[in-house]
């Protein structure tokens, strides 16, 4: 992993499994991680969800899902070993130390929701790319601006010549065959993985739609008509994502992490700043006591109820939580080391948060957009938000790749055991094309590739709404993988007699997070609902 590699420093030693080269991990090290993987495009929701929670209820919401993220960090971070904490078997994935504390009927349920919550990450960062992209030209210059794109990323991250010159060979002679092919596929993609890459799909169409906005309102007025349609710049960046996703190697580049890291700080405080200078600007803090006021008592609570899944969704990290420790050296030992860096970035992610939803509520009130950046509380310095949402757009396009090489290494691992004298599965075929040095290519990958790029760009176009697929994520994943597991793992990791203080205190909080997570759950539904049918 990229996180591991930046952080292992090649001393020539090994650790007790035998690991080179020796983990040279710290606290500030791992905190700073955490902080890189946590803040990203949960931050734009934040303003939103403050506006409908209001001036009490949003920031408490914040404090106890920074206690709650906290607790589950700490109780995961006791099962990195199994057994001895300090000398016992190392567990270096989520999905290890489920499988070594919880058996394989646990580990197929966390695999499952593990992929779900990729999946869907990759279609949020779709719909957030294509609103955050939208320049006022004509469209036809996009697809040619995106493909290129595709095709410069590729020459920055591959080692093969050859991959460079195919790129730009099916960039100019198969343009065509390629829209033709995601169009064809794009009526089967339902019946694949239809909820893991709603989250990405959203955010790409919300950061195209930004740019062409900002810069038609700069040209003809705040008040000018400045509307896009969404779809076509999912459709593009669908085409796009077909390229990455056969780059070798791709989630192994150290540097990625970086980049997004960059990029996600960089609209962050951009965000941040703009609504601070807007509250200053005011002379006046908006907003009130109970936030955004609505027709209807049932209509508030489904809103508060998405707002508590945005928030959700922004905090926890229990995903990569034993991936980072994986990298801390020892002594001392790695639980007590996560878990001050657990404290730490909580506590700088904590105040990032607040900093973010409360000035951009004190400056829009209850118009607080629900994405500070695409939703056009901000029109000046236009040239700012157009940077802040091409910042969005590099961050995702990478990341998009990162959530989704895992499930493109467990198909290949998954179908290569299921079919080992399978040549479709197995064999790499030599693809000549004219002028070009041999390709090889496997048609499994082919295939399962082009279908699951296809079908988030089909679950986007379906459902393009930011904060209710940003909602339904938090909500879906929040009480499955930051609660149940690590608290099961960690009564069997201290013997955790049933009925006792502890166990009772800790299925308590269990419950309450499950309840929670299921209020958000139904709300966030109707609110997917209610946008597609209204």
Known sequence: ??????????????????????????????????????????????????????????????????LVTYVSAALLAGCYRTGDPEKGHRNPSYMDAVRAYLGKKHTWACGSLQYVSLYGCGVAYTITTATS?????????????????????????????????????ILCCCCCCCWLILLIILTLTLVCFCVLRLVCSVLLDAGCRAILKANCYHKHGHDAPCSYEGSYY???F????????????????????VVAAVMSFSYAFIGLGL????????????GSITGVPMRTPMQKIWRVSQAIGDIAFAYPYSLILLEIQDTLKSPPAENKTMKRASMISILVTTFFYLCCGCFGYAAFGSDAPGNLLTGFGFYEPYWLIDFANACIILHLLGGYQVYSQPIFQFADRFFAERFPDSGFVNDFHTLQLPCLPPWRVNLLRVCFRTVYVASTTAVAVAFPYFNEVLALLGALNFWPLAIYFP?????????????????????????VCLLVSAFALVGSIEGLISQKLG
Not at 134 to 146: E, G, I, K, Q, S
């Open 238 to 257: 669908g085409a796009a994502q077909l390229f990455l996703s056969f780059i070798p190697d791709f989630h192994d580049m150290a540097w990625l992490s």
């Open 133 to 169: 992209i939208r320049y006022p030209a004509a469209p036809p210059v996009t697809p040619l601006f995106l493909l290129c794109t595709a095709s410069i990323t590729c020459l920055c991250i591959s080692n093969s010549r050859a991959l460079v010159l195919i790129c730009f060979y």
């Open 1 to 66: 992993m990229a996180v591991r590699e930046s952080l292992e420093v090649a001393d020539g030693g090994c650790d007790d499994d035998g690991h080179r080269p020796r983990r040279a991990g710290t606290a500030w090290t791992c905190a700073a991680h955490i902080i890189t993987a946590v803040i990203g495009s949960g931050v734009l929701s934040l303003a939103w969800s403050v506006a409908q929670l209001g001036w009490v209820v949003g920031p408490a919401c914040m404090f106890c899902f920074a």
């Open 487 to 511: 608290v099961e793992m960690y009564f069997i990791q201290r013997n955790v007699t049933r009925w006792s203080a502890r166990w009772v205190v800790l299925q308590t909080f269990s419950v």
């Open 275 to 286: 609504g601070m200078a807007t509250t200053i600007a005011n002379g006046t803090i908006k």
């Open 234 to 236: 999912m459709l593009v």
